[in-house]
């Protein structure tokens, strides 16, 4: 049980170039989030999924997009990256909300993206 | 909306001693879920504890305790008898049974001096 794995751990970027980011879960969970994390700004939410083929717009959605295909991955992609998406992409995933003890969010290792 | 507020950007404990983190949370559902999260150097995000809103008991895992206030919307993380590997940024979140989000505060540094 390998829990939530994301895929690459780093990478650097140039100007314009694109790229995606994999997260795979084995849990069977329904919810899936990607989030960046900025220092002295704590998590903020980019897109998540509520199930398979469903996407939401979180608080920070510019210059990403994602999509759900396959309940246990999650791609986040940066069409156009610009030096604003350096950071720490952390995926995450959990049950459906409100079942009672299911809530819980589980992350992936992260990764690390540079844009230069 | 969900706010999450950690006012504490930096802590420092000796080893052996007791810490408390604070944080605060504004909500108007009635049903939700607290948690207090750990970022060692390592950047894995790890479950400290949990604590569900509807419980009065506060939550406890060996040297983690939480103050649940509700009317006071606070939530607060003790640790006892502060180890070196508890050296990390902490963060508290919450999530509601009627949303479909988490919401995370800005997190709390915290270092264990030896």
């Known amino acids: 049980n390998a829990g939530v794995t994301q895929t690459p751990k780093f990478r650097v970027l140039k100007t314009g170039q694109s790229m995606t980011l994999l997260c795979a879960q084995d849990m069977n969970h329904e919810y899936m989030y990607w989030y960046r994390q900025d220092p002295g700004m704590g998590l903020r939410l980019i897109h998540y999924?509520?199930?398979?083929?469903?996407?939401a717009k979180g608080e920070v959605p510019d210059g990403y997009n994602v999509s759900r295909l396959k309940k246990q991955n999650f791609l986040l992609g940066l069409e156009s990256a610009a030096p604003s998406q350096t950071s720490v992409y952390f995926c995450a995933s959990s049950y459906w909300l409100g079942t009672g003890d299911q809530e819980t969010q589980y992350f992936g290792p992260g990764t690390r993206l540079l844009v230069l | 909306a969900q706010t999450v507020t950690q006012s504490q950007p930096e802590m420092s404990v000796q080893e052996a001693e007791t810490v408390t983190l604070s944080c605060t949370y504004d909500t108007s559902e009635s049903n939700y879920y607290l948690f207090w999260y750990k970022q060692p150097p390592s950047r894995q995000m790890i479950l400290v504890i949990r604590q569900e809103a509807y419980k009065q008991q506060n939550a406890t895992e060996n040297r983690f305790s939480v103050n649940f206030q509700k009317a006071a919307k606070s939530f607060s993380l003790k640790i006892s008898d502060s180890q070196l590997g508890d050296t990390a940024m902490y963060f508290c979140?919450?999530?509601?049974?009627?949303?479909?989000?988490?919401?995370f505060g800005t997190g709390t540094s915290l270092t264990v001096i030896p």
């Open positions: 999924s509520v199930g398979e083929g469903t996407t």
């Open positions: 979140a919450f999530t509601s049974n009627t949303g479909n989000q988490f919401y």
